[in-house]
């Protein structure tokens, strides 16, 4: 009979408005996430230290401070009263503005006298009333007498996940106040409605505190989950919450460069892996620039001593190699700081799209976006640059303007390259008068071409593919030819290796083919050539030797094109010579004709040397055979020779003479003998082009 009537008490409960319409039950969230979900919503914060001492029993004070804490009520706890709000709750007492808050607000009742029992223990029967009444609750909506009806509408909303308590009469632990409130926050009021979504927040798919959505207004970061990352955060990872793409989850399930952000007071720890966003994320996180000059070091929140690392134009460097002018970020949480130290200088051709809010700026032929507002300021209305002045440009990170300085006390900046145009340009004054001006584009050492006004009486002081300077006279850009300068020796990787050439860490190398056709190299494609004289059209060493510039004459071979040459007519006439070449390239059969010319070529695997639009010459290519390709070499007699980083493949069939383009997957899983025809030896710069497959 007992079991019968309490079974109809708790469908009494269940049918009460909202009753029994909680989210999934809060079973498995770890205790430590609930704490810091109260912590963060200043419910339970512990004392001076962050300690809960959960094992402590509630009084019925403190559980009041709890509930109002809890509530939309929590702000009128601190409203001065000059009465008792029970004859034993002084107004002056610590807990007197929570009890009167949770009166008025109808979440406690006093015993038959009137005594609120303030010191006295709060029992399970107590707490799960008041925790009802915080739910919208009343005394009035349960048909059955205190407490049965109270008790069960508590369990079915699944308010005592977790609690010890489990008597009516049972006192409340601080652990088991953690519990419950926790619940709370899971559960729905009586109107249906989230109770957490009554303060402001939410909950996930599994009906818990949404601890990231919680937590994102403070995090902190990002840094990349690479190498020392553990030392950059501020609290022992092994004991942290870890969350992951908004899951909860574990340091062995995070992966390298997932992103990290954290909360500090709590100690936790979230991970994204979204590759696509990171690194917008990432770069978010790096603050300046700041222009290295004057106490430029005051402006970063660490001593540069402390920074964790430094690097200038992409290489390790020390605070030491940090020079006037170069443009510095930072990060505030790894504690890295990246340096940069490009230029560029020359006449303001325009400001884009206008002085009121520029975003761009023309010079020397270039448009460079404005990176920082300084820059923009520097070029509006309100700033002090204008059409016609000459600048210095300050280069930042994205490759767009940091910073921009007059021009006018500037001698020690030069740039090298070639001659690739000439033509003429509308420039425009200090007073906003235009005037026209004969012009030189060329193609520095750095792979970007530049344009400058150049006074010329023919067009044969400069021309095409002709070596040329750039440097700064009164505040001018100036032109100058250049005379060959070469060096011989081959090529090392390390600028400290003694003997043969050492390259800087930062040299910028050019290969020219012709009068128009230029491209930079990277470092590491010189190393182990053997440099001749011929093979130099310029070069510019730093006081210790090492290559700072260097300006190559057709020793790569990557300026050319390869493929198959699958026909070769000559056609002799008394009036006129004219060579036709088919070739493949690329699977793209090109019919080429050259007047006036024949060439050094057979069919089979060949180069096309073009500048520009003219064939300059065309030649084949040397065979290995019997050769094997193991990583990124083709090995014939033991010697192994560098791929080409395009080398195209081709099968071919002998019967037909038909070339059919492949890959190299497919030429290494068929049954083929391979052949590798590369246009000159490696020690002269050359790479193996085109592979052949036959099959056996």
Not at 107 to 135: C, K, N, S, Y
Not at 490 to 516: N, R
Request: hydrophobic share 40%; with cysteine; aromatic share 8%.
């Amino acid at each position: 009979m007992k079991k019968r009537i309490l079974s109809l008490l708790l469908c009494a409960a269940l049918a009460l408005p909202g009753a029994g319409t909680a989210l999934a039950a809060v079973k498995d969230v770890p205790q430590q996430e609930k704490a810091a979900v109260l912590r963060e919503l200043e419910i339970m914060v512990g004392d001076e230290t962050g300690a809960l001492h959960l094992e402590r029993t509630v009084t019925r004070a403190e559980f009041t401070k709890l509930l109002i804490a809890a509530s939309t009520y929590k702000d009128m706890a601190g409203q001065n009263a000059n009465t008792d709000p029970y004859p034993d709750v002084s107004y002056r007492a610590w807990y007197a503005p929570y009890v009167r808050a949770a009166v008025d607000a109808g979440f406690v009742r006093g015993d038959e006298a009137g005594w609120f029992h303030p010191q006295a223990t709060i029992t399970l029967q107590e707490g799960a009333t008041m925790a009802v009444r915080l739910l919208g609750y009343q005394d009035g909506d349960f048909a059955a007498p205190w407490p049965a009806g109270q008790m069960g509408l508590y369990h079915s909303l699944d308010l005592d996940q977790g609690v010890a308590a489990q008597n009516n009469t049972d006192p409340l632990t601080r652990q088991d106040c953690l519990h419950i409130f926790y619940n709370l926050l899971c559960a729905n009021n009586k109107s249906g409605q989230s109770y957490v979504n009554l303060l402001g927040h939410t909950l996930n798919a599994d009906g818990e505190v949404d601890v990231p959505a919680l937590f994102r207004v403070e995090q902190e970061g990002p840094i990349p989950l690479t190498g020392a990352w553990r030392t950059l955060l501020p609290f022992d990872v092994d004991t942290a919450l870890v969350y992951r793409d908004g899951e909860r989850s574990t340091l062995a399930e995070l992966r390298e460069y997932d992103l990290l952000y954290w909360a500090e007071d709590q100690a936790i720890l979230f991970a994204s892996s979204d590759a696509q966003g990171s690194m917008g994320a990432l770069t978010a996180s790096v603050d300046g620039p700041v222009v290295a000059q004057g106490d430029w070091q005051s402006q970063l929140p660490f001593p540069l001593s402390e920074a964790s690392s430094i690097t200038r134009n992409g290489l390790a460097a020390t605070a030491g190699d940090i020079k006037t002018l170069d443009v510095v970020y930072w990060s505030e949480y790894t504690k890295a700081v990246t340096v940069y130290a490009k230029t560029a200088w020359g006449t303001v051709e325009a400001i884009t799209p206008s002085l009121a809010s520029p975003t761009a700026v023309v010079v020397a032929g270039v448009t460079y976006p404005l990176e920082t507002f300084q820059a923009q300021y520097a070029f509006s209305d309100l700033g002090q640059f204008r059409k016609g002045d000459s600048v210095l440009l300050l280069l930042g990170r994205t490759g767009g303007v940091a910073a921009v300085q007059s021009l006018d006390t500037r001698s020690d900046l030069r740039q090298v390259g070639v001659v690739s145009a000439l033509g003429s340009a509308t420039y425009t004054d200090d007073t906003d008068n235009a005037y026209a001006r004969r012009t030189v584009t060329f193609t520095a050492t750095d792979g970007r071409s530049y344009t400058y006004p150049y006074a010329w009486k023919d067009a044969d002081d400069l021309p095409l593919g002709s070596l040329v300077e750039v440097t700064v006279t009164d505040g001018q850009a100036k032109v100058a030819r250049l005379s060959r300068r070469s060096i011989t020796g081959v090529v090392s990787q390390d600028a400290a290796q003694k003997g043969g050439v050492a390259l800087s860490p930062e040299v910028e190398i050019l290969d020219t083919y012709g009068e128009t056709v230029c491209a930079t190299v990277a470092p590491a494609r010189l190393a182990g050539v053997r440099l001749s004289g011929d093979m130099v059209r310029y070069v510019d060493t730093d006081e210790n030797g090492a290559v700072t510039a260097l300006i190559l004459d057709n020793v790569t071979g990557d300026l050319h094109r390869y493929g198959i040459l699958t026909d070769l007519e000559v056609v002799n006439s008394s009036m006129l010579t004219q060579s036709v070449l088919t070739f493949d390239l690329g699977g793209s059969q090109q019919v080429i004709p050259v007047n006036g010319k024949t060439f050094p070529v057979r069919e089979g695997p060949a180069c096309l040397m073009m500048d520009g639009q003219t064939v300059k010459n065309a030649r084949s290519l040397t065979k290995l055979q019997d050769v094997s390709l193991e990583g990124y070499t083709a090995v014939s007699d033991d010697t192994a020779y560098p791929l080409a980083d395009n080398a195209a493949y081709y099968i071919y069939s002998r019967a037909d003479k038909l070339y059919t383009l492949s890959t190299r997957a497919q030429v290494l899983a068929g049954n083929y003998s391979l052949s590798a025809w590369y246009d000159t030896a490696p020690e002269r710069g050359g790479r193996v082009r085109v592979i052949l497959a036959e099959g056996l």
